[in-house]
């Protein structure tokens, strides 16, 4: 077995594995050696080399396919975004001949400094989260390659749940093993709403089709058996112990106002420290590289960049059981 040229990245969270080539991702010894990896170091992998800024969808697809399922795209009104037939989103501001945008955007602010990494209560940002936490099976990770990166700003945040979890007390944790939280795709349409009025929101049929799920706030990895803090999606809008019942009434102000129970708090409150610099990576792309996160872990944010000077594409696969 060859080893890999691996390091770790933030204090045993994360792994990069340097100088790959196209041909060693297809090698399945290489494979089975980046998911050991992916799991020993805290569900972050990140795989960088010269010429995997060339790969093709396929090959992206076929490396992928090691962590886990791909969940496909339908044709939606995405479709622009879509990497040819591939189930692979294209985000970023890239743009076609006609000046039409190609990719999906959300612009958010650029960092000022490594603290900005941190939680900031007062203006919510970074919108540290877990993703798709109102569908009834949410996704285990995501892939995401560096097509084109500016050359400042457009980092993405990663968390280590794993030490979040176990650097809390012991009374703390206890706490948090008996609670759950309630993730509603209505709340989180409206809430979005709520600043973005341009942003759709559920219909009474679609709200019945999508009702709120239950998730708890502390996941024991199925693969290692270690715990970690989970449940913060801006989807989350209560937060209840395990088994208690939400009135009708309650969830009409969740998902019809978009308001966020105060219940949220005991997440939110923890968020600066969970985010600090002893448990985060701030990673900072170059063309090519290739980060798998484990969504049962870790948290992510997205960081912004210069809009208008630079472009910035990244192509990103979902993975489900």
Known sequence: MTSLDSQTINNGFGVQVDNATRGALKDPDFKSQCLELWAEFGGLLVVRGDD???????????????????????????????????????IGNVRDEKGELRAALSRVPQLTSDEDVRYNPATRRPVWHTDSLFRKNPPIGSVFHCR????????TLFADMHAGYERLHHDKRAQLDELEAVCSLAHHDKKINAYSPDYPILNAEQRAANPPQRVPLVLTHPTTGRKAIYGLNSSTCAVVPKGAAVSDADMDRYDLEGIEDESVQVLRELLPELTGPETTVRWRWKAGDIAIWDNRCTLHSGTGYDYERYTREMWRLTLVN
């Open 52 to 90: 995997l800024s060339d790969m093709t969808p396929q090959e992206l697809v076929e490396f992928s396919e090691v962590f886990g399922n791909i969940e496909q795209i339908g044709q939606t009104a995405r479709e622009k975004a879509m990497v040819g037939d591939y189930p692979i989103l294209r």
């Open 148 to 155: 084109q990166a500016p050359p400042n700003g457009g980092e």
